[in-house]
């Protein structure tokens, strides 16, 4: 049940990914030879107007071909063909609508609680904590020069931080204080002493902390990034598709331990619907990044397109793209023999 759980998630992340080109394609009149869902062998074709819609066989990918995609062809309908502003468009559609899914599931999720976490100090832990200045009350509005609209964007500072110290302005009766935190170290990481408050929720914060979430995701995603290229993380936190069906396995998991039916389904649905969007806000961000064989790599040949005034040399394009296929191919056998590895340990 979990692996189909897995690939109902992927699936509908592809779908809605090549749906997003799909739709920005047939706007500009774009010939659409094929809009598939997997990849390999056909397990389900059907002829439309002038699209071939196909499921197929292994649930890893999709695509949406478009005529002139990959080669110069000189036909109204073609990509080719098309202004750059227009390719440009149909390219990061997929990626946006990746991100707007997301958006959409953290807006429900927001929506269906019914208490929240704020950015407002509920609790301190004692006198000897370095949240000591602080006041029960006080609305943490900014840590160094980061913005803190939720209480994940605190967390993501700690983490980011490391130990060091924080400037946290906060808002005290409608004033503007500032104070120096300097977190200690825990098992469970670093802490500042404080616990946030928890209110009510209402339809304004449910709407506000649904964008506010979808952001922190997009932010969380540069910041692994950074992360990586930076050595301060491994290949080994990184996750392809054993690695996502681990993760749903234990969110069921879990799930399934609470003893009331109704709840149980119900924080089962909600834990689902985060994952979804956590994994639609890292595969927006991540083909968006100027890489080979990536929207993103297509987009920035686009650009330059748009900057020299004229077409990169579509043979040389073709290739760059081709070895970035062949390295992300190279890349998911090592990360999923990472997620095999961790599996067996």
Request: proline residues 3%.
């Amino acid at each position: 049940m979990n692996i189909i759980w897995t690939i109902l998630i992927l699936g509908v992340m592809i779908f809605i990914h090549e749906f997003g080109h799909f739709i920005a394609a047939k706007s500009f009149g774009v010939y659409v030879e094929e809009f598939a869902l997997g990849m390999g062998p056909a397990i389900i074709k059907k002829q439309g107007k002038e699209t071939l819609y196909s499921l197929r066989l292994f649930p890893i990918g999709g695509y949406c071909a478009m005529r002139g995609e990959n080669e110069e062809v000189e036909e109204e309908r073609s990509f080719s063909a098309l202004r750059p502003w227009k390719r440009l468009i149909i390219l990061a559609a997929g990626a946006a609508m990746n991100i707007l899914l997301a958006l959409i599931l953290f807006m429900v999720i927001c929506f269906s609680q019914k208490f929240v976490y704020t950015t407002e100090v509920g609790s301190i832990a004692g006198d000897d904590v370095p949240a000591a200045v602080l006041s029960v009350g006080d609305e943490i509005i900014k840590m160094d020069n980061t913005k803190i609209n939720i209480y994940s964007d605190i967390q993501l500072k700690m983490m980011e931080n490391k130990g060091e110290s924080v400037d946290v302005t906060v808002l005290r009766s409608g004033e503007k204080k500032t104070f120096t935190l300097t977190p200690y170290e825990t098992e469970a990481g670093y802490k500042f002493g404080f616990s946030p408050a928890i209110k009510e929720n209402t339809p304004l914060m449910a709407f506000k902390n649904g964008f506010y979430e979808t952001a922190f995701s997009v932010k969380s995603v540069f910041w692994t990034i950074k992360q990586m290229i930076t050595g301060a993380i491994g290949l080994d936190s990184v996750s392809g598709p054993v690695g996502i069906a681990t993760v749903v396995d234990d969110v069921v998991d879990s799930s399934m331990e609470i003893e009331d039916k109704g709840e149980r389904y119900y924080i089962l649905l909600l834990n689902i619907l985060n994952l979804m969007a956590l994994i639609g806000a890292n595969l927006g961000v991540m083909n968006l990044l100027p890489l080979p064989a990536l929207d993103g790599g297509r987009i920035l040949f686009t650009f330059v397109e748009m900057v020299i005034r004229r077409k990169v040399p579509q043979k040389f394009e073709a290739a760059i793209h081709a070895a970035g296929f062949i390295l992300l191919m190279l890349l998911a056998v090592v990360v999923t023999w990472s997620d095999i590895m961790k599996l067996i340990k």
